[in-house]
């Protein structure tokens, strides 16, 4: 059955936040985030700030040498996460299955609304922009995965639609970094082999993406023809994955133990990318020869599912616990607060931002699926009403 699902982010969220209660705001390059001293990050940039490269995720006092003149606010996230609800709820009461993915994104199939996907978008666009004076960014097509990466093709205040049947076409000239599974590494990997764009993915044989980036690759090459069957699912799963080991003997090496931190990370690493899931909280578990037991836990900047980022998390950890030659009974590490990888595409990132062909392709799918022309009109005709018990749930 051929589905309709809507994405949609909003745009610049926590400065957008920033700018309704301070307008002189408005068109000044400023960030949400940590202090310069504090060797704190940007949690979000201003479009004005992005034209100076300054991005989410890289440290504040980067971000000043970039550009001097930066005003740098700290976060307020119970403001963030009121406006977050609000909008949430709208969406909610608006569409029969919605699924919120973080605090600024949200899928919603909407594939029995008479209306159809463009329109449906259009008009939850305008309203969001009239209720809460937020603009959004919206992706239409027939599955997750295209709906996401439409969404980030338009930013900011844009609405792609992607008709069905188009979606390998639509993908074709995007960078690899945009399909969720391929990290920096892989990009590197990939692009010297001369595959830099998803349609270079797509067109290569199972054979070949096997030997470059093992069994994952078959799993990339079926998302770079623009599949993915995952369906939306109202609630957001909020559990953990986790690994442990009970040695025979008690462990007191460090290099062994380090070594079985790191095969723990792998294996929870591994089971969360088979199911497509991602998250910010890495545990770690030790036991001491007299069966005490402790954890501590650790929130990351993103979520994760690399075994590299978990493995590093866990070391912090393991570090301030374990004093050299301190035998150990138990070992275990988790991660929590999952859902699914929803790291930032890499769409304009690094690499990527010096190369004008891509750009340029960029430009040119803009030009053809986003539809400017819907952006303009339409009222809110009609809404779908949930059933009231859910209404009642609120997302935090
Ligand atoms: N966020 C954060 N740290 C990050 C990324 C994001 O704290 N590394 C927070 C701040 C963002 C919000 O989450 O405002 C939403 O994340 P997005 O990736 O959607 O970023 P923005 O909404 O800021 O910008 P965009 O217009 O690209 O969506
Ligand atoms: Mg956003």
Not at 8 to 20: G, I, R, T
Request: hydrophobic share 35%.
């Amino acid at each position: 059955m051929k589905r309709t699902i809507l994405h949609v982010d909003l745009d610049a969220f926590f400065c957008s936040v920033e700018e309704l209660r301070d307008p002189e705001l408005i068109g000044k390059p400023f960030v949400v985030g940590g202090s310069a001293e504090g060797r704190g990050v940007i949690s979000s940039a201003s479009y004005a700030a992005r034209k100076y490269g300054i991005r989410s995720a890289m440290p504040t006092a980067r971000a000043l040498t970039l550009c001097r003149d930066l005003i740098v606010l700290p976060a307020r996230h119970r403001i963030y996460g009121e406006h977050s609800r609000q909008v949430m709820k709208l969406l909610r009461d608006s569409a029969p299955v919605v699924e919120q993915i973080s605090i600024d994104e949200a899928f919603l199939d909407v594939s029995d609304d008479p209306r159809g996907g463009p329109q449906v978008a259009l008009e939850l666009k305008n309203e969001i922009r009239e209720r809460f004076k937020l603009t959004t960014s919206w992706g239409v097509a027939s599955n997750k995965l295209v709906a996401k990466i439409a969404t980030e093709v338009g930013k900011p205040d844009g609405l792609v639609v992607v008709p069905h049947g188009e979606e390998a076409a639509f993908l074709a000239p995007l960078p690899v970094g945009m399909l969720w599974g391929v990290g920096p590494k892989t990009q590197v990997r990939l692009a010297e082999h001369g595959v830099r764009t998803i349609g270079d993915l797509a067109g290569m044989s199972e054979s070949n993406l096997e030997r470059l980036i093992g069994e994952h690759g078959l799993d990339l090459a079926t998302k770079a023809k623009g599949t993915d069957e995952r369906p939306v699912t109202d609630e957001r799963e909020t559990h953990s994955m986790s690994s442990e080991r009970t040695f025979e003997l008690d462990i007191a090496d460090s290099n062994e133990l380090k070594s079985i931190l790191l095969q723990l990370c792998g294996n929870v690493g591994q089971r969360l990318r088979k199911e497509e899931l991602a998250g910010e909280t890495v545990k770690i578990k030790l036991r001491w020869p007299d069966f005490t037991t402790l954890t501590r836990q650790t929130k990351l900047e993103q979520p994760t599912n690399q075994d590299g980022e978990i493995y590093q998390a866990a070391m912090r950890l393991f570090k301030r616990v374990w004093r050299e030659g301190r035998p150990v009974r138990l070992l275990g590490v988790g991660v929590s607060d999952l859902g699914p990888p929803v790291r930032q595409l890499a769409l304009f990132s690094q690499a990527w931002e010096q190369d004008r062909r891509l750009l340029r392709a960029i430009d040119e799918i803009r030009a053809r699926y986003g539809s400017s022309a819907l952006q303009r009109g339409g009222a809110l005709k009609r809404k779908y009403k949930r059933r009231s018990s859910r209404e009642e749930n609120d997302v935090s």
